[in-house]
């Protein structure tokens, strides 16, 4: 075995492969761009190297970097993760050249699998059941819409050297052939150089099953079951199971043997993915992934097995550690995807900075795999994951349950994440039934995209408790640093010498805002909000968490807050409101004058102020989105703009100084 291990990835991938070498006395060398300097993925190696700036094209995918990495880190073996270069058979070759272990497949065997129509024709004389259709070199339309009549519509044609969805388009009627062509051509070119594509009858209700296969380079290979990966949107898997619902041993043995039988045919070692489409009773080649799959953990937890550790143990070339006779299966497994993404706006991918992060707790049932911590930014360069989530249960029933238990209590405030949806997903009752196909969730379009949950007065009511709690601990920590902290001045709970036992509250979310008037009593508050009069204490327990009693209701909360804006947290629940005067709390003097940076990163859609004008205490200066919600920066206090520093449009990184402000008349808060 050799004895160092350069991981050629980043993210949650890095992070999973130095955790089983460093078990296996490995040491691990990271690579990193600029983006990544600080990730998780550097801290847990035995050293690091830089590759280059942020975007992959200079960084992850330069090879040469990559290997330069290797050789001064006097690395012996390199591990390509998923992604990036794994797939690549000219970086595979480039490491055999430069006297490292690639762990992967053989080069040769990487270049049969990198077209899907090459694949299909190796697969098609192995005896591999394909998809009915047309995988040839001759790429001529009139050519290929004839073969698209013969197949029968609907046909979908996919990009060649396709992956992640791109260059595929679904045809329902011939007269829509020619533009569709073009179309998926188009983007095949664009996204892999390539235009090639071939055409496939298009299976209207299939699931995607694949099959997880192992071989050695002494010519053994088994296949360690299947996954079931129907759930997806727009032909991206969304969750993974396994076994697959409903598999029968007959057909598992069917399918595992027709996956053994293409890693054969192209004499395969690593791990490799043999992906199904299957319908009715019949099952066809997809594809074949020559890597270590996203999903691969719903097989470990599964099988029991650790599968980076076998495709250490094969590179070294080791014989496979188990036969087929001696894996089994035992109880079931999902894994959901955990993104930085809307999925209220077809699944766009979101960025920021990530300000609270706390996973449900890791156990034998639950497994998180991520390379993201609080504090750390999901940013525009690469995939917006910040978490696989994968548990496992005696059954398919109790797994599920599992997984929405822990989606539910997964917190994250920062960019919009896709759990509610998630969580909507598993617990939808066809999926509970394990009713899958690949239109699963465009079919359950209403129930699971619902409209956004508007916050009623309990809600709102937690918000104000959150600020007042939030003054209370700032009135403290002034107190303690001020030279009388007795003082009455510091005190924020509504005792003003002035008796004034009233508050009002602002929020805004979205355009609307949001109202609420505070009652000061001896037993705590009273809160108005629309017609509702509710009673309200509470306590902070720390820093983001309340402990809230809201007429009888005894709960405790989540509330983090960024800047000026505030995220409630409660089981699968988010809200988030933008208090309204931001500053209006702090005291006055040398605190309100001056700069007012961005609370995050963002764009500013309008600039309301310009140098040298007046403005009152609270008006609005400028008009930040960030996170998909409008922040407000308003006036500290009555006073002058003294400097703009950002116009309309323009990107601001969190902390950027945006307007200078001089306050001119002192408005003291405690007198
Ligand atoms: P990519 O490599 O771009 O991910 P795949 O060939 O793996 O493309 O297919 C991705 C997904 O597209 C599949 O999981 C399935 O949902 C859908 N798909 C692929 N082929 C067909 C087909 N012939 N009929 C219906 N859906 C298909």
């Known amino acids: 075995m050799f004895d160092s291990l350069l991981i050629a990835n980043r993210g949650e991938i890095a992070c999973r492969i130095i955790r089983t070498a ?15 300097a ?15 700036p942020a975007p992959a094209g200079e960084s992850y995918l330069k090879i040469d970097a990559v290997l330069e990495a290797a050789r001064l880190s006097g690395a012996q073996a390199v591990h390509p993760g998923y992604g990036f270069l794994s797939e690549n058979a000219r970086f595979a070759e480039a490491c055999a050249d430069a006297g490292l272990v690639f762990v992967g497949p053989p080069v040769e065997a990487i270049r049969a699998m990198g077209s899907k129509s090459e694949a299909k024709a190796i697969m098609g004389r192995a005896g591999v059941p394909l998809v009915p259709g047309y995988h040839g070199q001759d790429q001529d ?31 329902d009627r011939p007269e829509d052939f020619a533009a569709a062509l073009e179309g998926a051509q188009r983007e095949a070119q664009a996204a892999f150089g390539e235009s090639r594509v071939l055409i496939e009858k298009y299976l209207t209700k299939p699931r995607h099953i694949e099959l997880q296969v192992f071989a050695d380079s002494q010519g053994n290979a088994v296949h360690l079951f299947e996954r079931d990966c129907s759930i997806q949107r727009r032909h991206q898997k969304v969750i993974e199971e396994a076994p697959a619902p409903g598999m029968t041993e007959q057909r598992r043995a069917e399918m595992g043997r027709a996956a053994v039988d293409a890693a054969m045919a192209i004499d395969y070692a690593g791990a490799g993915t043999v992906e199904f489409i299957a319908e009715g009773d019949a099952f066809y080649f997809m594809e074949m992934n020559t890597r270590l799959q996203v999903e691969h953990p719903v097989t470990e937890m599964i099988t029991g097995l650790d599968l980076v550790e076998w495709q250490l143990r094969v590179a070294a070339g080791e014989p496979l550690p188990k036969r087929q006779e001696e894996l089994s299966i035992r109880g079931h497994a999902m894994e959901a995807r955990v993104y930085a993404e809307d ?12 300000a609270h992060l706390l996973p449900p707790r890791e156990s034998e049932r639950v497994r998180i795999d991520s390379g993201i911590r609080s504090g750390d930014e999901v940013s525009v360069h690469y995939d917006p994951m910040i978490a696989k989530l994968i548990v496992w249960g005696e059954d398919r029933e109790r797994a599920r349950q599992e997984l929405h238990r822990a989606l539910d209590s997964y917190e994250v ?3 919009t994440t896709n759990l509610a949806f998630l969580s909507r997903l598993v617990g939808h009752p066809g999926f509970a039934a394990a009713e899958l196909d690949t239109g699963f969730i465009p079919r359950h379009e209403e129930s699971l995209f619902p409209p956004a949950e508007e916050p009623g007065p309990a809600i709102v009511a937690l918000a104000c408790l959150a600020e007042l709690l939030r003054g209370e601990a700032l009135a403290e920590a002034r107190a303690a640093a001020s030279s009388d902290p007795y003082s009455p001045f510091h005190a924020t709970n509504g005792w003003r010498l002035n008796m004034e036992t009233r508050r009002e509250l602002r929020f805004r979310r979205g355009g609307e805002e ?4 505070l009652h000061y009593r001896a037993s705590g508050y009273e809160i108005e909000v629309d017609d509702a009069r509710l009673k309200v204490s509470g306590r902070a327990l720390d820093e983001t968490t309340i402990f809230a009693e809201i007429d009888g209701w005894r709960s405790q909360v989540r509330a983090v807050w960024q800047g000026a804006q505030l995220t409630l947290l409660l089981p699968g629940r988010q809200f988030s409101f933008q208090l309204v005067e931001p500053l209006a709390d702090l005291d ?11 609370p995050m990163p963002g764009k500013v859609i309008q600039v309301k102020a310009a140098v ?60």
Do not use: N, W
Not at 589 to 595: Q, T, Y
């Open 514 to 517: 949001i109202a609420a008037t």
């Open 343 to 354: 999925p209220d706006r077809d699944f766009l991918p979101a960025v920021g900075r990530i």
């Open 612 to 671: 040298g004008q007046k403005a009152a205490r609270g008006a609005a200066l400028m008009v930040l989105e960030a996170m998909k919600m409008e922040h407000t920066i308003s006036a500290p206090g009555d006073g002058r703009i003294v400097a703009v520093h950002y116009g309309e449009g323009d990107l601001v990184d969190e902390g950027a100084v945006l307007l200078e402000f001089e306050v001119e008349e002192v408005s003291d808060d405690a007198a």
């Open 22 to 36: 460093k078990l296996m006395g490995l040491r691990c060398i990271s690579v990193y761009s600029d983006a990544d």
């Open 413 to 415: 405030v920062g960019p």
């Open 588 to 598: 006055a003097g040398d605190e309100v004058s001056g700069s007012m940076t961005a």
């Open 141 to 171: 339309p009139a050519l290929l819409a004839k073969e698209a009549g013969q197949i029968g519509y609907p046909v979908l044609i996919k990009a060649s050297s396709g992956g992640g969805g791109k260059g595929m388009r679904r045809v």
């Open 38 to 52: 600080a990730a998780r993925h550097v801290e847990m190696a035995d050293v690091a190297y830089r590759l280059g």
